[in-house]
């Protein structure tokens, strides 16, 4: 069954369910001396998608939310244009399987399999590029979305707040949605590619737009995040991480605004500045 979930409100934010064990480990320090110490380590588990019963890729991830994780997957991929082509979606969390019957041009999955490309992504390997030409023709609308500094400053801080499974771990990379007010939905994984994921299958599945939010993440700022932004609109994408060269002139020819080094009370912005007011916090 397909879920129909509203988007969390400003009281409550739907955490993930954490996925840790604990293990024993000997920690050992610069004398030389090993000490038994219990250390929380985050799941891992590979993850089959299937779309319309063929196997399309195997995903590493922590093992949650895996109906958003694989709808956003086969969204910001180009396998998925609209909500109505979902058809039906079906999890087996024993087996690491998900298949999502859709009703499919069988050309166009054709050729988005033979256009993948390597990615830099922890958690996953590859991407499917055959939509970048599409989305550089549709750049983000110039509009009256924008933000504070104080208030992109802000949802960091809340971002980081919410991490506990991260605290515990330092094994997890988080994401969120939001608007200048509140962070409305929280995801992390292994893979920062995935957490991304699971917040545009989230979105896509309760029809909700993400045209006038920013989304945050912790991971690096590359192309594949970039495009994964551009393919739902979202205007505003922020890290406390770096951005790299490819991202900066994708964002740049998308308009997008583009974020890196939200951290220590200041950012950095790589493209889009009009979209930033400057008017509460001097940065240094």
């Not at 694989?70 to 058809?87: N, V």
């Not at 932004?229 to 002139?249: C, G, Y």
Request: charged share 25%; with cysteine; glycine share 8%.
């Amino acid at each position: 069954m397909v879920p129909d979930r509203e988007v969390e409100g400003p009281a409550e934010v739907d955490l993930p369910e954490e996925k840790v064990c604990s293990v024993a480990a000997k920690v050992f320090r610069r004398e030389g001396r090993g000490v038994e110490k219990s250390q929380w380590l985050i799941g891992e588990q590979p993850v089959t998608l299937f779309l319309n019963g063929r196997e399309i890729v195997t995903l590493l991830c922590a093992g949650h939310h895996l109906e958003e994780l694989a709808t956003g997957f086969f969204y910001s991929e180009g396998f998925l244009e609209k909500r109505a082509d979902l058809e039906s979606l079906e999890v087996n969390e024993v087996e690491g399987k998900v298949d999502l019957r859709i009703r499919a041009d069988h050309s166009l999955t054709e050729r988005l399999w033979q256009k993948r490309a390597v990615t830099s992504g922890c958690g996953k390997g590859s991407m499917f590029y055959f939509s970048l030409d599409a989305l550089m023709s549709k750049p983000i609308a110039a509009t009256t979305v924008n933000i504070s500094a104080r208030g992109v400053l802000d949802r960091v801080e809340d971002l980081n707040r919410l991490s506990d499974t991260y605290r515990r771990t330092h094994g997890v990379h988080n994401s969120a949605i939001a608007d200048e007010s509140r962070i409305l939905l929280f995801r992390d994984d292994i893979g920062r590619h995935n957490a991304v994921d699971m917040i545009v299958g989230h979105f896509f599945l309760n029809g909700h737009s993400l045209e006038d939010k920013l989304l945050i993440t912790t991971g690096r700022l590359t192309s594949e995040i970039l495009i994964k932004a551009a393919k739902v609109r979202i205007p505003i994408l922020v890290s406390r991480n770096t951005a790299t060269s490819l991202a900066v002139e994708l964002a740049k020819s998308l308009n997008i605004t583009l974020i890196g080094y939200a951290r220590g009370g200041k950012f950095a912005v790589y493209s889009g500045e009009e979209r930033i007011r400057c008017d509460e916090v001097p940065l240094s």
